[in-house]
């Protein structure tokens, strides 16, 4: 999960890295509340989950109270990259001398941790690493060893923190680590790191994060309370909220084929199989879903996604793909079966069964299941079949 700038911040301070006053605001009258309470100028900043908002004009610096609610009013309803802003964040402006850009992140390549880090910050790392490659460089945590105080000092010496003190910087990329692994994140990264101040005075220039991005490993989500503070109301999609309730993996996607299998390779293999008869045929049809229904699942964890995918109204037909291991689709079949009565007339749906009690799930729907249930012996069939009911439900409808 990639955290707001405005969450990103609120973790740095926790772990003791200076950020400058900001108060996160959604409309204009918080906006001139909080610009007021922090004082001119001030910056104003969309608050989305992408990068580059300083150059798509997200990020404008307001000299007083008036031009801080004009300036909100134009922020607040951007997009940038196609990311509808969530709101703006109101921070104290400071004087930039010089920004620096440091970061951590997982290296699945040496599988350790990598410490990226150069003096030319302010532009996206990417850039700089093409237009400048000499100055950005790249130090490694081995995960087995700990980071010190001794080790970090090294480090910000090699990066070189020219005209900033060293101590100072050693201090923030140590309390950086302990955000990184208190958090169980991926990535935290502070772009700027400004080095701020008056140019005339040594004793007032400090090292503040002006910008931050963090992101936290979904997999460790459990050891948190599932981040409920950095819940997204703005963002989140009612039928991935609901399949998370229920310890599903689901994916919301754009097109009317509803997936459901078992093992996310099956059900990704199953989205392609869908694309491709939509393309085969020319009907433009797609899945509606990526969901996985894990290994081992009962005949309720079977009606329950059931229920959430044909709860879409996007969804024209349903293609249920499971391949029995630990999963009997003995199980499967009853849960589809019980998920169809209790449904009432639901729209149509595909089977493909192997493995494990194939047969006798089979055999199940044979019986029981009314004229909207569809069998296939192969998942291109099934795929296919499940595409074309889809495509002929959108075409009655027109
Ligand atoms: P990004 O474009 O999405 O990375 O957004 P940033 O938060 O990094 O802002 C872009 C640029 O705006 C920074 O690199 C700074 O140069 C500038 N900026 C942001 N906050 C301040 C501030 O408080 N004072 C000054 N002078 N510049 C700022
Ligand atoms: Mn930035």
């Known amino acids: 999960m990639d955290l707001y700038e405005y969450q990103a911040r609120e973790l740095l301070r926790e772990h003791h890295i200076n950020t400058p006053k900001a108060v996160f605001a959604q409309n204009s009258h918080e906006v001139a509340e909080a610009a007021d309470a922090i004082g001119y100028p001030c910056v104003i900043k969309a608050q989305v989950k992408t990068g580059h908002r300083g150059q798509a004009g997200g990020v404008k610096l307001a000299r007083d109270r008036d031009d801080a609610i004009l300036t909100s009013e134009q922020i607040l309803p951007m997009s940038i990259h196609g990311h509808k802003s969530s709101g703006v964040l109101v921070a104290e402006a400071k004087n930039v001398l010089h920004e620096y850009y440091v970061s951590i992140s997982v290296d699945r390549t040496s599988r350790d941790f990598d410490v990226l880090a150069t003096a030319n910050g302010g532009t996206e790392v990417e850039t700089i690493a093409r237009e400048h490659p000499e100055s950005v460089k790249r130090l490694h945590i081995d995960p087995l060893e700990d980071f010190d105080m001794a080790a970090a000092i090294d480090m910000a010496k090699s990066i070189g ?137 009962s005949s309720q964890i079977m009606e329950q996604s059931l229920r959430i995918v044909l709860s879409d109204p996007q969804v024209e037909s349903v293609f249920i793909n499971v391949y029995g291991g630990i999963t009997s689709c003995r199980q499967v079949a009853h849960g589809i079966l019980d998920a169809m009565a209790a449904l009432g007339g639901v729209k149509p749906i595909v089977v493909r069964f192997d493995g494990n009690e194939a047969r006798e799930g089979l055999d199940l729907l044979d019986k029981a299941g009314g004229p909207g249930l569809h069998v296939c012996d192969t998942m291109e069939e099934a795929a296919d079949l499940a595409a074309q009911l889809a495509a002929a439900a959108k075409e009655a409808r027109r």
């Open 161 to 297: 923190f020219y005209h900033a003190d060293i101590n100072q910087a050693a201090r923030i990329l140590l309390n950086m680590w302990t955000c990184f692994t208190a958090n169980d994140a991926t990535l935290v990264e502070i772009n700027p790191l400004a080095k701020i101040g008056d140019p005339d005075d040594e004793s007032s220039k400090t090292l503040c994060a002006l910008d931050a991005k963090i992101s936290l490993d979904d997999n460790a989500a459990f050891r948190h309370d599932g981040w409920k503070r950095f819940a997204d109301p703005m963002q989140s999609d009612p039928f991935e909220a609901q399949a998370r309730a229920h310890g599903l993996h689901y994916v919301h996607l754009q097109g009317e084929v509803g997936v459901i299998g078992n093992g996310a390779g099956l059900v990704m293999s199953s989205l392609d199989a869908v694309s491709g008869s939509g393309e085969d045929h020319g009907t433009g049809v797609k899945p509606a879903n990526f969901l996985d229904i894990g290994g081992g699942a």
